[in-house]
Nanobody, 124 residues
Framework: QVSLVDSGGRSVQAGGSLKLSCVGS????????VGWFRQAPGLDREFVSA????????YYRDSVKGRFSISRDNAKNTAYLQMSALKPEDTAVYSC?????????????????WGQGTQVTVSS
Protein backbone atom coordinates (compact mmCIF):
# COMPACT_ATOMS: atom_id res chain seq x y z
CA GLN A 1 0.00 0.00 0.00
CA VAL A 2 1.29 3.45 -0.96
CA SER A 3 -0.22 6.82 -0.15
CA LEU A 4 0.63 9.71 -2.45
CA VAL A 5 0.30 13.43 -1.93
CA ASP A 6 0.80 15.67 -4.91
CA SER A 7 1.15 19.43 -4.73
CA GLY A 8 2.51 22.51 -6.44
CA GLY A 9 -0.30 23.40 -8.80
CA ARG A 10 -1.46 27.00 -9.15
CA SER A 11 -2.46 29.60 -11.71
CA VAL A 12 0.27 30.91 -14.02
CA GLN A 13 0.57 32.93 -17.19
CA ALA A 14 1.35 31.23 -20.49
CA GLY A 15 5.09 30.79 -20.85
CA GLY A 16 5.55 30.37 -17.12
CA SER A 17 6.91 27.47 -15.12
CA LEU A 18 5.73 25.24 -12.29
CA LYS A 19 7.20 22.34 -10.36
CA LEU A 20 4.85 19.68 -9.08
CA SER A 21 5.80 17.32 -6.27
CA CYS A 22 4.57 13.86 -5.39
CA VAL A 23 5.44 12.52 -1.96
CA GLY A 24 4.90 8.84 -1.24
CA SER A 25 4.60 6.98 2.02
CA UNK A 26 6.32 3.74 2.86
CA UNK A 27 9.69 2.21 2.20
CA UNK A 28 8.64 0.72 -1.16
CA UNK A 29 8.24 4.03 -3.02
CA UNK A 30 11.62 3.55 -4.66
CA UNK A 31 10.48 0.26 -6.19
CA UNK A 32 7.65 1.80 -8.19
CA UNK A 33 7.42 3.55 -11.52
CA VAL A 34 5.96 7.02 -10.95
CA GLY A 35 3.62 8.49 -13.51
CA TRP A 36 2.00 11.87 -13.92
CA PHE A 37 -1.41 12.14 -15.53
CA ARG A 38 -3.72 15.07 -16.15
CA GLN A 39 -7.40 15.58 -16.69
CA ALA A 40 -8.96 18.65 -18.21
CA PRO A 41 -12.69 19.38 -17.80
CA GLY A 42 -14.80 17.15 -20.03
CA LEU A 43 -11.83 15.09 -21.18
CA ASP A 44 -10.36 11.73 -20.23
CA ARG A 45 -7.38 11.48 -17.93
CA GLU A 46 -4.25 11.34 -20.08
CA PHE A 47 -0.68 10.28 -19.59
CA VAL A 48 1.88 13.05 -19.23
CA SER A 49 5.16 11.53 -18.08
CA ALA A 50 6.67 8.62 -16.18
CA UNK A 51 9.98 7.67 -14.62
CA UNK A 52 11.45 4.26 -13.88
CA UNK A 53 11.93 3.13 -10.30
CA UNK A 54 15.63 4.02 -10.41
CA UNK A 55 15.20 7.27 -12.33
CA UNK A 56 17.18 6.03 -15.32
CA UNK A 57 14.38 5.97 -17.87
CA UNK A 58 11.88 8.73 -18.51
CA TYR A 59 8.87 8.91 -20.78
CA TYR A 60 6.76 11.81 -22.07
CA ARG A 61 3.74 12.41 -24.19
CA ASP A 62 4.69 14.16 -27.41
CA SER A 63 3.02 17.46 -26.59
CA VAL A 64 5.18 18.04 -23.49
CA LYS A 65 8.54 16.81 -24.76
CA GLY A 66 11.15 19.51 -24.39
CA ARG A 67 8.96 21.48 -21.98
CA PHE A 68 8.39 19.09 -19.06
CA SER A 69 10.99 17.16 -17.08
CA ILE A 70 10.31 14.35 -14.63
CA SER A 71 12.70 13.38 -11.84
CA ARG A 72 12.72 11.62 -8.50
CA ASP A 73 14.60 11.48 -5.22
CA ASN A 74 13.99 8.09 -3.66
CA ALA A 75 15.77 9.09 -0.46
CA LYS A 76 12.98 11.63 0.01
CA ASN A 77 10.21 9.41 -1.38
CA THR A 78 9.47 12.23 -3.80
CA ALA A 79 8.96 12.62 -7.54
CA TYR A 80 8.80 15.89 -9.41
CA LEU A 81 7.37 17.26 -12.62
CA GLN A 82 9.10 20.43 -13.77
CA MET A 83 6.89 22.19 -16.29
CA SER A 84 8.15 25.06 -18.43
CA ALA A 85 6.83 27.09 -21.36
CA LEU A 86 3.34 26.34 -20.14
CA LYS A 87 0.44 26.72 -22.53
CA PRO A 88 -3.29 27.21 -21.87
CA GLU A 89 -3.87 23.68 -23.16
CA ASP A 90 -1.79 22.37 -20.23
CA THR A 91 -4.59 23.45 -17.89
CA ALA A 92 -5.80 20.40 -15.98
CA VAL A 93 -5.79 18.59 -12.68
CA TYR A 94 -2.45 16.80 -12.46
CA SER A 95 -2.15 13.59 -10.46
CA CYS A 96 0.78 11.36 -9.69
CA UNK A 97 0.43 7.61 -9.48
CA UNK A 98 2.62 4.54 -9.04
CA UNK A 99 2.80 1.18 -10.73
CA UNK A 100 4.96 -1.94 -10.76
CA UNK A 101 4.46 -2.29 -14.50
CA UNK A 102 6.95 -0.20 -16.43
CA UNK A 103 5.93 -1.62 -19.86
CA UNK A 104 2.48 -0.13 -19.25
CA UNK A 105 3.75 3.23 -18.02
CA UNK A 106 1.29 5.21 -20.15
CA UNK A 107 -1.85 3.29 -19.21
CA UNK A 108 -3.77 4.65 -16.25
CA UNK A 109 -5.43 1.25 -15.76
CA UNK A 110 -2.11 -0.18 -14.53
CA UNK A 111 -1.68 2.36 -11.75
CA UNK A 112 -3.32 1.19 -8.52
CA UNK A 113 -2.30 4.08 -6.29
CA TRP A 114 -3.02 7.75 -6.95
CA GLY A 115 -2.53 11.15 -5.41
CA GLN A 116 -5.48 13.44 -4.90
CA GLY A 117 -4.56 15.79 -7.75
CA THR A 118 -3.39 19.37 -7.95
CA GLN A 119 -4.90 22.04 -10.21
CA VAL A 120 -2.75 23.73 -12.83
CA THR A 121 -4.33 26.67 -14.64
CA VAL A 122 -2.49 28.44 -17.46
CA SER A 123 -3.94 31.70 -18.68
CA SER A 124 -3.14 33.35 -21.99
Amino acid sequence: QVSLVDSGGRSVQAGGSLKLSCVGSGRTFGQYVVGWFRQAPGLDREFVSAISHDGVRTYYRDSVKGRFSISRDNAKNTAYLQMSALKPEDTAVYSCAVTWSEPNYSSRDFYPYWGQGTQVTVSS
